[in-house]
């Protein structure tokens, strides 16, 4: 018997469409439909499904404000608020985050992890699953999980909650410029292999983003730096304008923490807007493209080489990004893409910053092809695809195939570029220790 809410529609002699009743949905956030299709011979049939889920992304001030209502108005109906918070962070925050829920009388149930790069491997997953599970608070499977954290617990709990229940909803609040910008909002929930960064993973976006950049003014400097990378990325790829901002205001964003030391109100509000321009584009490119069924991909831009060098040298993810970019731009030069002009400023633009364009393991050939091949695993075996600017600041395309001599060609032009540097390129606290992250 079919229930009297599961519509069954056959306007076509051989095809069943079927849509279910409201009631029955599992979660808020995820809806979906599908047909079922006889074939001719009668012995076989084919599926097709649709998998419809909603991410909002929101720009605010003073989340655990016991007057903001945003996370009360959530939690409130479900009685509690089962939260996973960087270990860092919960010394830092953690009081205020209790309080938060103590004014809104709603029990919470909260756990700190450690969340350096080092802690991005399945064991850490592991860890969060069992405190999520029966052995731990037993999270339902419509009861979104409250994140708190950087980039590195974004992905390792994102990832978590994706596996919990096969699908765990979230919510993300991010607390390093990575994460607001970036890895909190990105769909790609993921954990570390031993020589590839990023290649264990899901698809599974938060479905809601919170970005408050009161928390910027906590983090050390150099984590406002790395983080920065990841704006630069969508300007020269997406947002000609954005560049601009970063080329006026970057320096300053760096100094005051993205305007939360110190009093201006004039740049905290370029502040918001370099955010939200820079989660704006990031999210036209990959929140539509929510699990990379496509790859012409802007954010992948100084994302090709660099998931196989970054761990060979322990860089930052923003310098080893920064890296990458710089010298995709020099590539694209060398392709007749791009203007020697734009190029520089680019390298300008994140030198200015402290941050990397050039390192010598660029040179070591075997690991810069040995990590094509392995991005080309990683985006299907139509191409390369390597996202580099195209035709000025602001717009990009995609190379198919990199070549061994194009690539060997395409790094001593970048190393002559970046000789001429006073620091031949490199960053100011560039490397993980640098930050303590070892």
Known sequence: MVDSEKFADQTEPNIIRLTHGEKYLTSKWYTGSGEIAHKKDGRSFEVTANFTLTSEVKVVEGIFKPENEILANIYNSLGRCVAVIDQTVNELYGEQVRKYFDAHEIPLEMM?????????????????????????????????????????????????????????????????????????????????????????????????????????????????????????????????????????????????????????????????????????????????????????????????????????????????????????????????????????????????????VYHPILEDMDLMIEGQKNMRRKRGEGGLWAPVPRGGIGACDYIQEVPPELLETAVAAHKAVCSKLPNQGAGIEMYLSDLGLE
Request: proline share 4%; with cysteine; charged share 20%.
């Open 112 to 356: 700190a992890f450690r969340a350096w790069e080092v802690d991005k491997t399945p064991e850490t997953v592991h860890r969060i699953l069992g405190y999520l599970g029966k052995d731990g608070c037993d999270v339902s499977r419509s009861e979104p999980v409250l994140i708190i954290g950087g980039g590195v617990l974004s992905d390792v709990a994102g990832l978590a909650c994706a596996l919990q229940h096969r699908r765990t909803p979230y919510v993300m609040v991010g607390t390093t410029v990575v994460a607001a910008i970036d890895a909190g909002p990105s769909p790609r929930t993921c954990t570390n292999g031993k020589q590839f960064k990023n290649s264990i993973g899901a698809y599974h976006p938060p479905v809601l983003t919170l970005v408050d950049r009161s928390f910027f003014g906590t983090l050390a400097t150099g984590h406002i730096r790395n983080g920065i990378a990841e704006i630069i990325k969508m300007a020269i790829t997406d947002d000609a304008v954005l560049f601009e901002l970063l080329e006026k205001y970057g320096s300053r964003l760096i100094e005051t923490h993205f305007a939360t030391l110190g009093e201006n109100q004039e740049l905290a509000e370029i502040a918001d807007d370099i955010i939200y321009r820079a989660l704006f584009s990031y999210m036209k490119h990959e929140g539509t493209n929510m699990f990379e069924t496509y790859q012409d991909r802007p954010h992948g831009y100084g994302h090709t080489w660099s998931p196989r060098f970054e761990p060979a040298v322990k860089m930052m993810h923003g310098h080893a990004v920064t890296t990458g970019m710089a010298f995709g731009a020099t590539l694209a030069v060398e392709m007749n893409w791009l203007k020697s002009e734009d190029r520089d400023r680019i390298i300008a633009l994140c030198q200015s910053l402290g941050l990397t």
